[in-house]
């Protein structure tokens, strides 16, 4: 893993091979417990099943942050992507789960700095699959704009 950045609480990491995104996965997973979006379970082993092709895993960024003990606090995951309707490249969030907001909001903001290193992109999209106030006031204050979609579980 390779330390991106200190902050007053501990590090924020990046994943350089697919054993540190395991890593991170596993400890990210223990830290929040089940965790659902659109209204279904995540699994772990899907993840890292998914980050085990050497192909897959070039397209993705995959941070975490840790205490000063060593101890994930949280984690977040983008994908590069392009929209050919506007020939855009994106910065697509895949999953961004923690129980610290303060953290979570840091590891956001210099992941998003740290990526911009080395992928120059268009948009960023993000989401809020469980219609959090606070999380969309925050996308606001970013400058991000509000895009309607829907889903259906079958």
Request: net charge positive; aromatic share 16%.
């Amino acid at each position: 893993m390779q330390k991106i950045v200190e902050t007053p609480i501990g590090w924020i990491c990046k994943a350089e091979n697919i054993e540190d995104s395991h890593s991170m996965i596993d400890g990210v997973s223990d830290l929040v417990g089940p965790i659902t979006h659109y209204g279904s379970p995540y699994n772990k082993n899907t993840f890292k099943s998914c980050f085990s092709n050497p192909e897959r895993f070039k397209n993705f960024f995959i941070y975490a942050s840790f205490n000063k003990n060593n101890q994930p606090l949280g984690g977040i995951i983008w994908v590069k992507d392009f929209d050919f309707s506007t020939k855009s490249k994106l910065l697509r969030e895949f999953i961004w789960i923690s129980k610290d907001p303060k953290t979570s909001i840091t590891l956001f903001k210099e992941s998003i700095k740290d990526v911009s290193k080395s992928y120059q992109f268009d948009i960023i999209v993000s989401g809020n699959s469980e219609e959090n106030v606070k999380l969309e006031k925050f996308y606001e204050r970013q400058g991000f704009k509000k895009a309607n979609y829907f889903f259906k579980k079958t």
